[in-house]
């Protein structure tokens, strides 16, 4: 398996503007988790899904950011409009439900930059 | 959700052994210790996880007192690539862990 691919792995953009960060997780993983990662926060679990449902966006940071997982192998995180206090790494994971291990595997990030 | 305190930064030189402790002082019953490690640039990725006394596999060893309230993680004689930061997270199996509340996390820093 190629592991959980995120795209784009860098992103620039201007304050405004829509970002959309994509996530294909492990096939047969049916969780699936994206955090946030800064030199100030550390790393911030922003909202997490199981079998597609969203089960806690308590993380989300307000209403600028929604997640969405239309299926089990592809997820959606969207910043609209785009502030530059965004800037952070975004990172997708992704789990198998029940493993007795709590394992999550990580993708490689988006490096997201709002001027 | 249990807390988890640990040093912020250790040095360590190549082929010593590390010792990174993590306390966790209001763990559950249900609660299981995990390790994560991160490379810079990269995704945290799991090293190991237990519940009591020791645990050990090819790359670490957990070591966990009666009490449970807090843990080692033992690295033994490190290289330079085992320059990362290690975090300490407690998670109950129950639930399923799904919710991991990553702190600050140890920065190791291996030299020659």
């Known amino acids: 398996d190629a592991g959980v691919i995120q795209s784009p792995r860098h992103e620039v953009t201007e304050m405004g503007q829509e970002v959309t960060l994509r996530c294909k997780p492990i096939?047969?993983?049916?969780?699936l988790f994206w955090y946030r990662q800064t030199m100030m926060r550390g790393l911030e679990l922003l909202i997490y899904?199981?079998?597609?449902?969203?089960?806690?966006d308590s993380g989300m940071p307000e209403d600028r950011f929604s997640a969405k997982m239309p299926n089990a192998s592809f997820s959606t995180l969207k910043i609209q409009p785009s502030e530059p206090r965004d800037s952070a790494v975004y990172f997708c994971?992704?789990?198998?439900?029940?493993?007795?291990?709590?394992?999550?595997?990580f993708g490689p990030g988006t490096r997201l930059t709002v001027l | 959700l249990a807390k988890t305190t640990q040093p912020i930064s250790m040095d360590s030189y190549e082929g010593q052994e590390v010792n990174i402790t993590c306390s966790h002082n209001?763990?559950?019953?249900?609660?299981?210790i995990t390790w994560y490690q991160q490379f810079p640039s990269q995704g945290p990725r799991f090293i190991i996880q237990?519940?009591?006394t020791k645990v050990t596999n090819e790359v670490a060893s957990l070591f966990i007192p009666a009490d449970r309230k807090s843990s080692t993680l033992s690295l033994p004689r490190v290289s330079l690539s085992d320059t990362a930061v290690y975090y300490c997270?407690?998670?109950?199996?129950?639930?399923?862990?799904?919710?991991?509340?990553f702190g600050t996390g140890t920065r190791l820093l291996v030299s020659p």
């Open positions: 237990g519940y009591k």
């Open positions: 899904f199981n079998n597609n449902v969203p089960i806690d």
């Open positions: 997270l407690v998670g109950d199996r129950n639930t399923g862990f799904q919710k991991l509340v």
């Open positions: 994971a992704s789990r198998e439900e029940g493993a007795w291990v709590n394992e999550q595997f």
């Open positions: 209001n763990i559950a019953t249900n609660d299981y």
């Open positions: 096939s047969g993983h049916n969780s």
